[in-house]
T-cell receptor, first 113, second 118 residues
Framework: AQKVTQAQTEISVVEKEDVTLDCVYE???????LFWYKQPPSGELVFLIR??????QNEISGRYSWNFQKSTSSFNFTITASQVVDSAVYFC??????????FGTGTRLKVLA | GAVVSQHPSWVICKSGTSVKIECRSL??????MFWYRQFPKQSLMLMAT?????????EQGVEKDKFLINHASLTLSTLTVTSAHPEDSSFYIC??????????????FGPGTRLTVT
């Protein structure tokens, strides 16, 4: 069975601090995709990144970076120099062969000014 | 780009009435659309997979007679919540699968519809 675990329910940081959101996944499929989405208070899901199971290369995009490690089944997300506008709920998601998504329970990030 | 819209963005209805939510892919054709439900401060849960021209496939525990899904065209899927009750109040999100890219079949999420049943 597929599973995504986001152990951090809520994180509060002060602006300009770095913050890492954890994601651990489970799947028996060898081909799968991992995602991070941001959900601001408006509710709309904002796509941040997609990684496939064959690409463990970590990525940096502006203040965002991702660390994908198959050995530990983790796909962590780091925001550098956090800003108040980063406050939102962040979801890690897994997609496998059926094209279905399973989402983690989300991590609510509060960035305080 | 690939845009998915939902209408309405929010709706309030009385208990016992039915409400229809539309999901449209605006600039691509979607043979498959998905409907999710998100309760306050909870995760998104897949309700059903909607396939154009055929019956929807519902996830375990989702009442198909209560949540009617119709995918009549390649750009439109509708979710009708029949005889709504307060416990059906939730945020409903659809996603549409873009089958133009044979390598990946990217999915795009709509902005969601907030349903409140009084």
């Amino acid at each position: 069975a597929q599973k995504v675990t986001q152990a951090q329910t809520e994180i509060s940081v002060v602006e300009k601090e770095d913050v890492t959101l954890d994601c651990v996944y489970e799947t028996r499929d060898t081909t799968y995709y991992l995602f991070w989405y941001k959900q601001p208070p408006s509710g709309e899901l904002v796509f941040l990144i997609r990684r496939n199971s064959f690409d463990e290369q970590n990525e940096i995009s502006g203040r965002y970076s991702w660390n994908f490690q198959k050995s530990t089944s983790s796909f962590n997300f780091t925001i550098t120099a956090s800003q108040v506008v980063d406050s939102a709920v962040y979801f890690c998601a897994l997609r496998w062969g059926t094209y279905k998504y399973i989402f983690g329970t989300g991590t609510r990030l509060k960035v305080l000014a | 780009g690939a845009v998915v819209s939902q209408h309405p963005s929010w709706v309030i209805c009385k208990s016992g009435t039915s409400v229809k939510i539309e999901c449209r892919s605006l600039d691509f054709q979607a043979t498959t659309m998905f409907w999710y439900r998100q309760f306050p401060k909870q995760s998104l849960m897949l309700m059903a997979t909607s396939n154009e021209g055929s019956k929807a496939t519902y996830e375990q525990g989702v009442e198909k007679d209560k949540f009617l899904i119709n995918h009549a065209s390649l750009t439109l899927s509708t979710l009708t919540v029949t005889s709504a009750h307060p416990e059906d109040s939730s945020f409903y999100i659809c996603s549409a699968r873009d089958h133009r890219d044979g390598r990946f079949y990217e999915q795009y999420f709509g902005p969601g519809t907030r349903l409140t049943v009084t």
